[in-house]
């Protein structure tokens, strides 16, 4: 679900790692294929990125697809009684991550609350705990 927590985290962290690699909205927008108004109105929160745009300004501004879906509140956040340092995110395949940034918002979220149940029935299943 979408929070006013998420879509300023978003903005924040999309608008911070681009100055800190010295780009202008313009050049973010050249590289990403996103119009530099757009990106604008998310860093400033007033919109709030898909996962497509998400999956578009990831590779120019070197952040891991994972990290910004979770920022965004795509994909849950990892648990910390599963061993995973803090910082690293469980990535999609590749394949799968390409298909469904292509689908509207709300396909998107349904499919990773879909697909978190589906992981969690499976871990249950083979005696192991999240």
């Known amino acids: 679900m979408t929070t006013a927590s998420n879509r300023n ?4 962290t999309l608008k911070q790692r681009r100055l800190s690699l010295e780009l202008t909205l313009r050049e ?7 119009s530099a108004s757009h990106i604008a109105r998310v860093e400033r929160g007033e919109r709030f990125p898909s996962g497509h745009i998400l999956r578009k300004v990831a590779k120019p501004l070197d952040l891991d697809e994972s990290l910004l879906m979770t920022i ?20 999609l395949d590749p394949y799968v991550a390409k298909v469904l940034s ?4 709300h396909i998107q979220r349904a499919v990773l609350s879909l697909l978190t149940i ?7 299943l083979l005696g192991k705990q999240d």
């Open 118 to 124: 589906v992981k969690t029935i499976a871990e249950s």
């Open 28 to 34: 973010l927008a050249a590289k990403s294929g996103v």
């Open 102 to 105: 292509e689908e509207p918002v």
């Open 72 to 91: 965004a509140g795509y994909l849950p956040e990892p648990s910390s009684e599963t061993g995973e340092e803090p910082g690293l995110y469980r990535r």
């Open 9 to 12: 985290e978003i903005g924040k």
